[in-house]
């Protein structure tokens, strides 16, 4: 059975500082997604991850894929406050047919 | 002009009831899902399906049965409503294609349907 796990689950951190998300799963897949959700809200796409070694960003957000060690990071960069949300790394082991593991989620709040 | 919707956004009801929640995609998505978020905010695949395969998670009740009418919409039917039902049930399109250089394959997903069971 596939195992996804994120942490930390829960994270406080100042704005400014520098802090990373960790995904470790326990299949050979070699695609993996970051969502974003806010509080009553749905998902949001942030990150699509498809091969070994692939890096992405967007603004403050980058996100990295090692299949190797089949581990994801999110990397926050000199966090504000509207990066305030649940994220979520899912990994997809057999090309969507499945549908997505989800890892529990890190509940991140960014404090002024 | 709506990606993935849903209806209804809240449904509370009594125990033993029956109910639906629909879904439509306008993305012209191969496969749907079906996954339930829990109080804890652990999400869980229930359904995968496109038109050839139905996937079920093997934990999810037979009292839960999907329905697809056509390629664009993915009802979830819920039989005899149990308290431990309650839950926000989020649908999800993506085009299948099976990897490659330029696929995408990102999952979208819709509003979210928050299902109180009383």
């Known amino acids: 059975e596939l195992k996804v796990e994120q942490n930390p689950l829960f994270l406080s951190m100042q704005e400014g500082k520098n802090y990373t998300i960790y995904c470790n799963y326990s299949?050979?897949?070699?695609?993996l997604y970051w969502y974003r959700q806010d509080p009553g809200k749905s998902l949001e796409s942030l990150f699509v991850?498809?091969?070994?070694?692939a890096v992405k960003q967007e603004g403050r957000l980058m996100a990295s894929l090692d299949t190797k060690a089949r581990l994801s990071t999110l990397h926050i960069t000199a966090a504000v406050h509207d990066l305030s949300a649940t994220y979520f790394c899912?990994?997809?082991?057999?090309?969507?047919?499945?549908?997505?593991?989800f890892g529990k989620g890190t509940h991140l709040i960014i404090q002024p | 002009d709506t990606a993935v919707s849903q209806t209804p956004k809240y449904l509370v009801t009594q125990m033993g009831n029956d109910k639906s929640i629909k879904c439509e995609q306008n993305?012209?998505?191969?496969?749907m899902y079906w996954y339930k978020q829990d109080s804890k905010k652990f999400l869980k695949i229930m359904f995968s399906?496109?038109?050839?395969?139905?996937?079920i998670n093997e934990t999810v009740p037979n009292r839960f049965s999907p329905k697809s009418p056509d390629k664009a919409h993915l009802n979830l039917h819920i039989n005899s409503l149990e308290l431990g039902d309650s839950a926000v049930y989020f649908c999800?399109?993506?085009?299948?294609?099976?990897?490659?250089?330029?696929?995408?394959?990102?999952?979208?997903f819709g509003p979210g349907t928050r299902l109180t069971v009383l």
């Open positions: 299949t050979t897949s070699d695609r």
């Open positions: 999800a399109s993506s085009q299948y294609t099976s990897g490659g250089p330029h696929s995408t394959d990102t999952q979208y």
């Open positions: 899912a990994v997809d082991e057999r090309g969507g047919a499945d549908g997505l593991t």
């Open positions: 993305l012209g998505h191969d496969t």
């Open positions: 399906y496109n038109n050839k395969e139905l996937i």
């Open positions: 991850l498809l091969s070994n070694g």
